[in-house]
T-cell receptor, first 112, second 116 residues
Framework: GQQVMQIPQYQHVQEGEDFTTYCNSS?????IQWYKQRPGGHPVFLIQ?????EVKKQKRLTFQFGEAKKNSSLHITATQTTDVGTYFC????????????FGDGTTLTVKP | GAGVSQSPSNKVTEKGKDVELRCDPI?????LYWYRQSLGQGLEFLIY????????KSGLPSDRFSAERTGGSVSTLTIQRTQQEDSAVYLC??????????????FGAGSRLTVL
C-alpha cells in the first residue's frame, strides 16, 4: 500500500501568497527528499533532509523534517509564477531495501 | 555521461507491437529506477535495480513488461504487445547507491510512448 502520503494534490494560489505541501508516512523514514517537476519537464532534486527536526532553507523555500522522522513539509513564501510545477517528496524507507518511494505530488499553479 | 540519457525521446507505435526503451545512467551510479507517468499524474514505480539485480519488480503492471540491466550500466525496458493504456512518459533515474545519504535521484528526460 501507499507508504508516503502527500497533500494537497492540487493548490492554486495568487502570486505573492504562500504555499505549503505536506508529506506523511506511518513508518520512520531514513531520509526525505524533495523534487520539483516543471510542466513538460522531469523531476529535479531540490534538497535532502536526514536529521530529526531538521530545517533547511533555499531562498523562499523552507523544508522541514519532523521530530519523529515520519513527516515533512515544503513551504514557499510569496510565490512567483516561476514556482509553478509539481512538487514530490521521496523517502528512503528502512524496509525497502534501498529503494526511494515517491509521494503522489502536489501540483502548484500560480495566478499572476 | 554527465546526465541520465534516455532513448528514444518519442516513440509512436501501433497496438500489439513490441517496444524497447533504453536508459543510460550516470557513470558509477549503481542504483537505477524506472517510473511511468501518465499525463497530469504522479510517478508510478515500475522497477528498481541495484547493480544488475532487481530487488524490487513489484511495480511492473503485467507480464508484458520486463526490464534488464547488464554490466551494471545500461538498462532496457521492454513492453510486449503494447496496448493503448501503455501510453505514457517512461522516466529513468539513477543514484550512486540505494543507501541513505547516497540515493539522490537524477532523472532522464523521459521516453514518451504513444500507442495508437
Amino acid at each position: 500500500g501507499q507508504q508516503v502520503m502527500q497533500i494537497p494534490q492540487y493548490q492554486h494560489v495568487q502570486e505573492g501568497e504562500d504555499f505549503t505541501t505536506y508529506c506523511n508516512s506511518s513508518t520512520t523514514l531514513s531520509n526525505i527528499q524533495w523534487y520539483k517537476q516543471r510542466p513538460g519537464g522531469h523531476p529535479v532534486f531540490l534538497i535532502q533532509l536526514v536529521k530529526s527536526g531538521e530545517v533547511k532553507k533555499q531562498k523562499r523555500l523552507t523544508f522541514q523534517f519532523g521530530e519523529a522522522k515520519k513527516n515533512s513539509s515544503l513551504h514557499i513564501t510569496a510565490t512567483q509564477t516561476t514556482d509553478v510545477g509539481t512538487y514530490f517528496c521521496a523517502a528512503l524507507i528502512n524496509t525497502n531495501a534501498g529503494k526511494s518511494t515517491f509521494g503522489d505530488g502536489t501540483t502548484l499553479t500560480v495566478k499572476p | 555521461g554527465a546526465g541520465v540519457s534516455q532513448s528514444p525521446s518519442n516513440k509512436v507505435t501501433e497496438k500489439g507491437k513490441d517496444v524497447e526503451l533504453r536508459c543510460d545512467p550516470i557513470s558509477g551510479h549503481t542504483a537505477l529506477y524506472w517510473y511511468r507517468q501518465s499525463l497530469g499524474q504522479g510517478l508510478e514505480f515500475l522497477i528498481y535495480f541495484q547493480g544488475n539485480s532487481a530487488p524490487d519488480k513489484s511495480g511492473l503492471p503485467s507480464d508484458r513488461f520486463s526490464a534488464e540491466r547488464t554490466g551494471g550500466s545500461v538498462s532496457t525496458l521492454t513492453i510486449q504487445r503494447t496496448q493503448q493504456e501503455d501510453s505514457a512518459v517512461y522516466l529513468c533515474a539513477s543514484s550512486r547507491s540505494g543507501n541513505s545519504g547516497a540515493n539522490v535521484l537524477t532523472f532522464g528526460a523521459g521516453s514518451r510512448l504513444t500507442v495508437l
